[in-house]
């Protein structure tokens, strides 16, 4: 279990230091590692365009649609078991008492999360994590960070991504310690984070096409809707309003227009 808080220790280090050491004058405050985060948003771009896209279009061409919606339920249930938690530490009793009887009846009603019961019986899905917690108890989100592999992220949600990984998320652990009882292959507990990552993948395809029709600078766009997107997660949908910062003199201080005896040459 320590060795995974080891790596991904050694993984955000990396990612600051090499950061911080190719920025060049970037222009948005949130995003001071902008030159090393547009390096490995085009590596990811470069992998899922030859890799990781491809698989995710067979999969969702030759895979039925309700074995797509099954397998999209039985990871959407797994990640419960993080929501449930981070609902403790943000103290929200009533959520996890709604999340938790959502985990009971998707894993045994629903055939270990195949079918999405608790949604019928208003029991809604919920998205917590510890970067959400830690924002709930005031930690500040840092600077706008993409991870190698992963993705869009922030200081704050890599510190995050890491306790949930190593304490909360099931296919993690099993990745780090082996499947039990005679399912302990490795190969075996990798192979369903790779399902679970292709899974991911084809649900956005869809969601790709507007993307790339309505953006002139991906990367750009894809940063602003990420930290808009988490800012209304950690505030649950009702995040502060910024303040608009003015300058009094300036608001106040109008030129008084001229008149006609003003001008040169002018007579009264």
């Known amino acids: 279990m320590k060795s995974i808080y080891i790596k991904y220790l050694i993984l955000l280090t990396s990612l600051i230091t090499t950061g911080c050491a190719s920025v060049s004058g970037p222009s948005d405050p949130r995003d001071p590692l902008e030159s090393y985060n547009r390096a490995a948003y085009a590596f990811n771009d470069g992998f899922d365009e030859y890799l990781l896209k491809p698989v995710a279009k067979g999969y969702d061409a030759v895979t039925p649609d309700p074995v797509i ?25 009533l959520q996890f008492a709604s999340d938790t009887g959502r985990f009971i009846i998707n894993s045994t009603l629903g055939l270990a999360g195949l079918i999405d019961w608790a949604s019928d019986m208003n029991m809604p899905k919920h998205q917590e994590d510890f970067g959400q917690t830690l924002g709930y108890w005031g930690v500040p989100q840092g600077p706008y960070l993409v991870i190698p592999f992963w993705g869009p992220s922030t200081i704050r949600d890599g510190a995050g991504l890491l306790v949930d990984s190593a304490q909360f998320d099931p296919v993690w652990q099993e990745v ?73 003199d300036e608001l106040f201080d109008f030129d008084e227009p001229e008149t006609p005896s003003d001008k040169p040459g002018s007579t009264r």
Do not use: C
């Open 69 to 93: 919606k099954g397998v999209n339920n039985f990871f959407s249930n797994l990640d419960d078991v993080i929501v449930i938690f981070n609902d403790l530490l943000q103290l929200k009793p």
């Open 176 to 248: 780090e310690n082996g499947f039990p009882m005679e399912h302990r292959e490795r190969g075996l507990s990798w192979g369903v984070t790779v399902v679970k990552a292709v899974d991911t993948r084809a649900s956005l395809l869809k969601a790709e096409n507007i993307l790339n029709e309505a953006a002139l600078d991906r990367y750009t766009f894809i940063r602003e809707a990420f930290l808009q997107r988490r800012q209304n997660l950690v505030y649950d949908g009702n995040p502060p309003e910024e303040e608009i910062e003015f300058n009094e």
